[in-house]
């Protein structure tokens, strides 16, 4: 068995019809590793708040790892007026929360949706806006701890994801 390098291994380069959008994460490292999962996922465009860390930021860019020039984002101002002009232009939003209606992610259909955002919540309050999702979903965890970092979160939901739309 061989160990391969980045130099041996030729992905599928793939867009997918997800959007995420990041609400108000303030912790850069979360920032930079936002666009480095969602690069290797195939997102198509990353919403960040304007009270989050810059992409100019030396953390969000040295977590990144240069993902922050390969894929679209765009800063916003209010949570509300994003959400349902994302709405509005088709998207199915998403909530990657723990709530009392939250659906296991393996039990959530994506392939049903046309164009997907997913949401994440800041790390101490998550999402803001709850009400405004059209759906919530949960990941099942086993142990003590009933959460995870928001990225890693993120990382579950987006492999199921896109491992669904890949079936479909």
Known sequence: MKQLTHYDIENKQQKFPI??????????????????????????????HENSPSIENRNVKRTARNTDTQIEHEIYTDFDLLIN??????????????????????????????????????????????????ATIAIPMYGRNSS?????????ALYETTNQLNKK
């Open 148 to 156: 995870m970092n928001v990225i890693h979160s993120l990382s579950i």
């Open 19 to 48: 959007t995420i959008v990041c609400d108000a994460i303030r912790t850069p490292e979360n920032i930079g590793m936002c666009f480095r999962i969602s690069e290797s996922f195939g997102v198509e465009k990353i919403f960040l």
């Open 85 to 134: 002009k994302l709405k509005e232009e088709g998207n199915t939003i998403i909530g990657i929360e723990i709530a009392d209606e939250s659906i296991r992610i393996q039990d959530f259909d994506f392939t049903t949706k046309e164009k997907i955002v997913l949401l994440l919540g800041s790390e101490r309050n998550g999402i803001e806006n709850i009400n405004l999702a059209d």
